[in-house]
């Protein structure tokens, strides 16, 4: 496992430039600021052709930021409401292929890889169906709707010998490559506990989607979008708020619990939590919604060989009066790591400081002089991205992309992506039956 993860950042084919992590280099002054850099090393001489298959809000960013890459093009768009269809045109020119039929898109044989940005209920079905045709897949998180189905993507993947890519586009930043490698520095000693938070306050936040004039059965193919699911009338928020449904989404937990298990997940090479517990509820956002605003959830890591056993606790809230903010943060014994996509701050211990009255007179006792000042080591020192830096997402499509072009391997295969979104899924489970969920995170099974 370690030395799989470790060929990562070969097989990413871009190298961080930053100075080796020693013991003295925690010892710089507080609050240094470090430069968290990246050059670039990819072999771009082969053009590759792709595909979006939901042209949604995701599709469009992930097809944006595939098109920033040299050497690529779009070939074709396929989504299920005219707007969208006639969107892609005006954004990306005339000549694209246009279809409600995403079969047509696989059938074509000028097209190398396919972007998946469908609601989370198509993910496996058109997954395997792209794979089965012989294209590189690059698809949104969470790669599937249900854990039963993990398995069935993998399996396709192993015998299609293609390049398969999740995404959760903050997985590949500097910011979680940085950390991962001063975790196995010890910089913050053993880790015994991890966080992460997402907080929204708006209503595109909490998947209030704007619903178009136009949405009706005449520019939907509302029999197309439900054919694998159940059949019921036309409802627009069930199409254009697909995320506030479980016939459709995966709620807070699928959507955004998963970015911080795959971030934390590459941080500590870990396979995932074998005990899972979620609570929560509908606390604001009442407008006919089946998943909750606000989610808590709780989870057990073994001890493996991997990394020693800690605990998580992941929090979303959809209320929250800050307007938003996100982040993941590692507690070990000596320190902790805040973690963001383009920075990263590490916090060591002063060691021995305490704002408790006990510890402080018990100290007196120890010290023949308790009044005499001490050497104080740095408590903090910050990482942040150059000038320039482009970004995870991007960084994410450019490990895609080389390991099309040089038969590599990504960060984020069909095994790493299901370990994430299984306990994500499971979360939902546990909310829903208030109990907690045993699952075994190396076998990837209940």
Not at 353 to 378: I, M, W
Request: hydrophobic share 40%; glycine share 8%.
């Amino acid at each position: 496992m370690k030395n799989n993860r470790r060929s990562f950042i070969k097989n990413l084919g871009i190298v961080g430039a930053t100075a080796a992590v020693i013991p003295s280099s925690f010892a710089a002054e507080a609050k240094e600021v470090n430069l968290l850099n990246r050059a670039a090393k990819t072999s771009t001489n082969k053009i590759l052709k792709i595909a979006l298959i939901g042209a949604g809000g995701m599709g469009v960013a992930d097809t944006n930021t595939a098109l920033k890459h040299e050497n690529i093009e779009l070939v074709a768009v396929c989504d299920l409401y005219d707007g969208r269809l006639e969107d892609a045109k005006k954004r990306w020119g005339s000549s694209l292929f246009l279809t409600k039929d995403y079969k047509e898109v696989l059938n074509r044989s000028d097209i190398d890889a396919v972007i998946i940005g469908t609601p989370d209920f198509w993910h496996k079905k058109m997954s395997v169906d792209a794979l089965n045709a012989g294209k590189h897949v690059y698809c949104e998180k969470p790669m599937v709707h249900s854990v039963e189905e993990g398995n069935d993507i993998i399996k396709a993947w192993k015998k299609s010998g293609k390049i398969y890519m999740v995404g959760s586009q903050g997985m590949s930043s500097l910011g979680n490559e940085k950390a991962r490698e001063l975790l196995a520095a010890g910089a913050i000693g053993t880790l015994n506990y991890a966080e992460g938070f997402w907080a929204r306050n708006s209503a595109l936040g909490a998947w209030q989607y704007p619903i178009p004039k136009d949405a009706s059965t005449q520019t939907v193919d509302w029999e197309k979008y439900t054919s694998i699911s159940k059949d019921m009338p036309f409802d627009p928020l069930r199409f254009f708020r697909w995320r506030n449904y479980l016939d459709y989404g995966t709620g807070m937990a699928g959507d955004l619990f998963v970015h911080l298990f795959s971030s934390l997940h590459f941080i500590t090479n870990s396979y995932g939590p074998n005990k899972i517990a979620a609570t929560g509820g509908l606390r604001h956002w009442d407008d006919g919604r089946e998943v909750p605003d606000v989610l808590l959830g709780m989870f057990d890591y073994p001890d493996t060989k991997q990394h020693p056993a800690f605990n998580l606790s992941l929090r979303c809230n959809f209320v929250d009066g800050t307007s938003g903010s996100t982040f993941l943060k590692l507690v070990g014994s000596k320190g902790s790591m805040d973690i963001a996509w383009d920075s990263l701050t590490l916090k060591r211990n002063a060691g021995g400081g305490s704002d408790d009255p006990f510890l402080a007179e018990k100290a007196k006792e120890n010290s023949g002089r308790p009044d005499r000042k001490k050497l104080v080591p740095p408590l903090e020192t910050v990482y942040r991205a150059e000038d320039g830096y482009k970004g995870a997402h991007y960084d994410h499509f450019a490990n895609f992309f080389m390991a099309i072009r040089e038969n590599g391997s990504v960060a984020q295969d069909p095994a790493f992506g299901f370990r994430a979104a299984a306990p994500a899924l499971l979360c939902n489970e546990s909310y829903k039956k208030n109990e907690f969920i045993n699952w075994d995170p190396e076998k990837m099974k209940l």
